[in-house]
């Protein structure tokens, strides 16, 4: 909760954020209070509890929660569509939504991420020989007709991307393997190589700028990349690969590039990081989104909470 988490069905359900109602919080003094109502509806003075979503456990310490709940939807349906350039399939994706289809999942990969998967999980599945890139694309609902109605809509948009083919799943298991080549990416580049994650996010339209910059950055910095994420969302996960980088190269110049991807996400009217959060890791970053006046706001609002510095030290700023 405090880290504010997202996953593959944020682009239709959005965030924990939208189902957090209220916190009961311990803070910094002992005090135990609940941060808001009950009610799906709050316009009662500073909402606490969405500035605890995201805090990662700088501000409080949150010991119970209220969430809201839906129906969870009945039936779905799970297309898997190959591209033969990354920059077609970034520009697919908004090409969904224009045509007034909001899919449950759009989960981008790129062809070397689906080989290693196949490769480490013994995954029987033939690669498109001229696929670089894939998008797996699920629909949900309570209606099958209207969801295959929207899987022909959405193929028609595809089309204009020259999309290679669409590949249904025809089964429980085959969603499951689908579904299993995504899911097990991060591990299997971990894998397979030296490896830096980045948690790009810029909005949807921008990501085939997006994928081209991180190419462009890779060339001019000689680090390789595996890029797959909730494309859905315009949330791009950067595995920067060390492949023949020196140690050297890998500790003194990537920082130089990593500097350059994310000023990329910034002027694209994004952010550093969509769901990863910043922690120790990314708050040498910060001042590349955030000006002066923004983090000093951020900082006021934690000495408010934690003037002694206790509640997780040192993460964020
Ligand atoms: C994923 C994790 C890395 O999307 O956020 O697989
Ligand atoms: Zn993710």
């Not at 085959?174 to 591990?187: G, H, L, N, Y």
């Not at 001019?220 to 920067?240: E, Q, R, T, W």
């Amino acid at each position: 909760m405090a880290h504010g988490s997202g996953g593959p069905r944020v682009v239709k359900y959005g965030t924990i954020r939208e189902y957090v109602l209220n916190f009961e919080v311990v803070l910094a003094d002992g005090t135990i209070l609940w941060t808001g109502a009950n009610t799906l509806k709050y316009a009662s003075g500073y909402n606490l509890t969405q500035l605890l979503i995201g805090s990662e456990g700088t501000l409080g310490i949150i010991t119970k929660m209220v969430l809201k709940l839906i129906p969870q939807p009945l039936h779905n349906v799970l297309m898997l569509a190959s591209f033969s350039t990354n920059e077609d399939a970034c520009a697919a994706v908004s090409s969904i939504f224009n045509v007034g289809i909001t899919p449950s999942a759009v989960e981008f990969m790129e062809r070397k991420g689906m080989e290693w998967v196949i490769e480490n999980d013994q995954i029987h599945f033939n690669l498109n020989p001229d696929a670089a890139a894939f998008l797996l694309i699920e629909v949900d609902g309570t209606n099958m007709d209207m969801l295959f109605n929207d899987c022909e809509t959405i193929n028609t948009a595809l089309e204009k991307y020259k999309c290679l083919e669409v590949l249904f799943a025809d089964s429980a298991t085959q969603k499951d393997e689908f579904w299993k080549i995504r899911r097990t990416m991060a591990v299997s580049v971990k894998s397979n190589s030296i490896y830096k994650e980045e948690d790009t996010v810029v909005p949807r339209a921008e990501l085939p700028k997006l994928i081209a910059g991180i190419k462009e950055i890779g060339l001019k910095y000689g680090f390789d990349s595996i890029c797959y994420g909730h494309a859905g969302d315009g949330n791009l996960h950067v595995n920067i690969l060390k492949g023949n980088m020196s140690d050297h190269a890998w500790q003194h110049d990537l920082k130089k590039g990593i500097v350059e991807l994310f000023q990329l996400t910034v002027k694209l009217g994004g952010t550093i990081s969509g769901e990863h959060g910043i922690g120790l890791v990314q708050k040498e970053y910060m001042h590349i989104k955030y000006s002066e006046i923004h983090l000093n706001l951020m900082r006021g609002i934690k000495k408010v909470f934690d003037p002694n510095g206790i509640l997780n030290p040192d993460k964020i700023f």
